[in-house]
């Protein structure tokens, strides 16, 4: 293939202007101020991703088409667009590869109508800055909608022939106290039926974002990490800490089906209905380190829908009132927490299913329609909040329940048990 290097942004739309596939190799930094789709086969690299930048000053990125590389490359928009994103009405897009890039801006991979296949692979992506609150294609269910991501992977095709294959590994956003803003890792079909997405593998390193939502909003929310309806996912792997800051802001959550997913780091959520895991999908295995919450109504996981086999905690602690440590309202397998289930808070409210809904920050709440095969707590259950409950079958079933530790309930008017017919 051709290669042809490139210094100037003269020289850039000239060598696309050619239409011949090639490798463009960027040499230096380069602003323009319009956006740059790459045509069928071409490939843009930077000679450094440190010293090799093309930004973008008044518009989107780069659009990609067909068969289409962008690598070692610093790629800089505002954080109100597209970085990096998908043209419309391409039926298949081949192979588009985004490797060794840092990003300023979303990256966007839709396929809307027209667009029947696309097979992305993404390795070592960091993007900065990110402020994805504006797309209006955003999925629906629960009575909420949810903002898309800094990275966003979108089977917007409601053609049930429609997939996107995709790989994701190594994918970082933000910084500690500097969040991507709206959803962080965002992977979604076009819903129950239609388009979908097969995704191999997604593997990420360190993941921070706020969706930046006000407090009492109660039909938006936003992910560290959503895998949502229409997406099969093979393997999830997270290999650094996961925070989220705001109002409705999870950390993990799925809609879709997930077979493997570990998290090796922990998970902390700041803000208010801010809760570390909840799954409205399908998961066979689960496992994380410490989940901790701290915003009103954050709890540390929720079985909403539909069921895990096999899920695994080191520790679960909530501070905030209305933060229950685990609650389950569907049939689920195994669940063993290796060391405490902790509660700070008393009664507040939280957001379930769109509603705000008062509840008490009760340590295990198994709801009616909850129904836990094996339940086992290595460590102990601590309340600390007033008028809470340590243990609260409120019209769930555990068939086999074990704690290794105590269960304490140290509030005023609270109890370490509550079983309800």
Not at 105 to 132: E, F, M, W, Y
Request: hydrophobic residues 35%.
């Amino acid at each position: 293939m051709k290669i042809t290097k490139v210094t100037t942004l003269l020289e850039l739309l000239k060598a696309i202007a050619e239409n011949i596939p090639q490798t463009l190799e960027i040499e230096t930094s380069i602003l323009s101020p319009h956006s740059i789709t790459l045509p069928e086969g071409y490939k843009i690299t930077g000679k450094s991703n440190e010293s090799c930048l093309v930004c973008f000053n008044n518009s989107d990125g780069f659009g990609v088409t067909r068969d289409n590389t962008i690598s070692n490359l610093t790629v800089m928009t505002k954080q109100t667009n597209r970085a990096i994103y998908t043209v419309c009405g391409i039926p298949d897009m081949g192979d588009i590869v985004l490797e060794n890039l840092n990003i300023t801006g979303q990256a966007s991979i839709i396929a809307r109508p027209g667009t029947d296949k696309i097979n992305l692979v993404s390795n070592n992506i960091h993007i900065t800055s990110c402020d994805s609150r504006h797309y209006s294609e955003q999925p629906q269910k629960y009575g909420v909608n949810v903002y898309q991501g800094a990275l966003t992977v979108y089977n917007f095709n409601s053609d049930k022939n429609s997939k996107i294959d995709c790989t994701l590994t190594n994918i970082s956003l933000g910084y500690k106290n500097s969040p991507v803003i709206g959803s962080g890792i965002f992977v979604c079909g076009f819903g129950d039926e239609g388009g979908k997405v097969n995704l191999e593998v997604l593997t990420t390193g360190a993941i921070f974002s706020n969706g930046m939502l006000p407090y009492g909003t109660a039909n938006i929310i936003t992910a560290a990490v959503f895998i949502l309806y229409g997406v099969e996912a093979k393997k999830v792997e997270h290999h650094g800490e996961l925070v989220t800051y705001g109002v409705n802001d999870m950390v993990l959550d799925t809609w879709g089906k997930v077979e493997r997913w570990v998290s090796d780091d922990s998970i902390v959520s700041y803000g208010p209905s801010g809760i570390g895991f909840v799954n409205f999908g399908t998961v066979k295995d689960f496992m994380a380190q410490d989940i901790t919450t701290y915003g009103l109504g954050a709890r540390g996981f929720n079985q909403y829908d539909g069921t895990v086999e096999n899920i695994t905690f080191k520790s679960i602690t909530t501070h905030g009132d209305g933060s229950i440590g685990i609650q389950v309202s569907k049939p689920i397998g195994n669940m063993t927490v290796e060391e405490n289930v902790t509660t700070y808070g008393s009664v507040g409210n939280s957001l379930v299913k769109g509603v705000l809904t008062e509840l008490a920050a009760n340590a295990i709440s198994i709801k009616e329609g909850g129904k836990v095969e094996s339940l086992t707590i290595n460590g102990d259950i601590i309340t600390y909040g007033d008028n809470v409950t340590n243990y609260a079958l409120e019209g769930g079933e555990v068939t086999k329940f074990t704690i290794g530790g105590e269960m304490i309930a140290n509030g005023e008017n609270s109890q370490r048990q509550l079983m309800e017919e």
